[in-house]
C-alpha cells in the first residue's frame, strides 16, 4: 500500500496551530478509501493479557516476552495473525487469572470461531498453527483441549494508545459503549493494524476489518455477523484475500449490493485484474491499479508525511451466469 517517502510540506497534515493533526483526522479529510487496507491472514489467535500494553505487545505487556516474540512469529509463517486482547475498562496491572483465547479461521463457507480460557498464556505454545491456517478445527481442538466452538461473533477494536493516540482516543468510546449492549462479545485489541481508519475493528470469526467506526455502525456489524452477512459501509476487506482482492470483493458487492458474507469468493488474480465469483455462478473481472495520491499524508502520528500508493478497482466486466 506505501509508495515512496518522498517527504513533501503540506497544511493538510498539520491542525489550526500548525502542529502535526492526528493520522486519523487526516485520513478523514482527504478521504482515503478503505478498501483494500486490511491485513491478509487466513486466521487469527487472540489471548487476553490484562495490564499495560506497549507498542509492541506481544513483547512489551505482563506477556512472557520470550513466549510472545516467538509465538508471533510462528503464527506469521502460518499466515495467521496473533494479537492481545483485553475486557473494556480500567487497565490495572494484571492479577493471576485465568486468560480468555480465541482462535479463528476465515476461510468462506467454512469459516469458525473456537474460545476458552487457559491458566497461562505459554499453553497457547501447543496450538496447531498449521491446521488453524488450513481450516482443520477438529485438530486444533485437538491440540489445545480448552478451547471449544463459540457461535456467535466477536468484535475486537483497537485501543492501543502506545501504538497511535487515535486509537485510544477514538476505540475506547466504541468498545465501553458497545461492550455494554453486547457483553461478553467485544474486547479491546492491541494493534490491528491501519491506525489512520480508528477506530478500526475486527469482527471474528469472519476476518472482516472495518475503519472509522462509530456506535451505530460498529453495532450494525455485529447484528449483520448474526445474519450471515457484512457492512459494506466502512468495510476495509477480509483478512482472507489479498489487499488486491479485497478491493475487487468491495467493489463487486457495491455493484450488486451483495451483503452475504460468504456469498463471494476471490478466485483468480493475475498483474491487471482479479477474478470475483458468487455462489450463484456468476464471476466478474474486476481491474485494479496502484496510484500515487497527493498530498502526502503519515500513515500514523507522529510519522512524516509521505507519498501514499492507493489501490483502486476499475470499471467491472461481468456478471451473467455461465
Keep these: 500500500m506505501d509508495g515512496s517517502r518522498t517527504v513533501r510540506p503540506v497544511s493538510a497534515t498539520t491542525d489550526a496551530t500548525g ?7 487526516i485520513c478523514r479529510q482527504l478521504n482515503e478509501p478503505l478498501p483494500g487496507t486490511a ?20 513483547t512489551q505487556s505482563h506477556l512472557d516476552p520470550e513466549f510472545g516474540g516467538r509465538f508471533d512469529d510462528a503464527c506469521k509463517k502460518a499466515d495467521l495473525r496473533f494479537g492481545l486482547i483485553r475486557s473494556p475498562g480500567k487497565h490495572a496491572d494484571a492479577t493471576p487469572r485465568a486468560h ?3 482462535v479463528a479461521c476465515t476461510i468462506p463457507g467454512r469459516s ?6 487457559v491458566a497461562d498464556p505459554v499453553e497457547l ?5 498449521e491446521a ?3 481450516g482443520d478445527a477438529d485438530a486444533v481442538l485437538a491440540s489445545l483441549p480448552d478451547l471449544a466452538p463459540v457461535t456467535q461473533s466477536v468484535l475486537l477494536v483497537c485501543t492501543n494508545g502506545k501504538r497511535d493516540e487515535c486509537c485510544a482516543l477514538l476505540g475506547r468510546p466504541i468498545v465501553n459503549a458497545l461492550s455494554a449492549l453486547a457483553p461478553g462479545r467485544v474486547w ?3 494493534h490491528l493494524g491501519g491506525h489512520r481508519f480508528a477506530p478500526t475493528a475486527t469482527l471474528l470469526p469472519s476476518g472482516t476489518m472495518h475503519g472509522r467506526l462509530d456506535l451505530e455502525t460498529a453495532t450494525a456489524v455485529l447484528a449483520a455477523s448474526d445474519r450471515g452477512e457484512t457492512i459494506v459501509t466502512n ?5 482472507t484475500w489479498s489487499k488486491r482482492g479485497q478491493v475487487a470483493e468491495i467493489a463487486v458487492r457495491h455493484l450488486i449490493g451483495e451483503a452475504g458474507l460468504d456469498s463471494l469468493g476471490v478466485i483468480a488474480e493475475d498483474l491487471e485484474t482479479v477474478t470475483v465469483s458468487h455462489t450463484d455462478g456468476r464471476t466478474w473481472t474486476v481491474p485494479v491499479t496502484s496510484e500515487s495520491v497527493d498530498p502526502p499524508r503519515p500513515e500514523s502520528c507522529g510519522k512524516e508525511p509521505f507519498t501514499m500508493s492507493i489501490l483502486r478497482a476499475g470499471t467491472i466486466i461481468g456478471g451473467e451466469l455461465g
Aim: charged share 20%; aromatic share 8%; glycine share 14%.
Design 132 to 134: 488453524v491456517r488450513r
Design 188 to 190: 479491546e485489541a492491541d
Design 235 to 239: 468495510l476495509r476487506g477480509r483478512t
Design 112 to 117: 469458525w470461531l473456537l474460545g476458552g480460557r
Design 39 to 58: 491485513v491478509v491472514a487466513t486466521g487469527w489467535v487472540v489471548v487476553e493479557q490484562p495490564g499495560p500494553w506497549g507498542a509492541k505487545a506481544a
Design 100 to 102: 480468555q483465547v480465541y
Design 19 to 25: 502542529r502535526p493533526g492526528l493520522c486519523s483526522t
Design 125 to 129: 505454545s501447543a496450538l496447531d498453527l
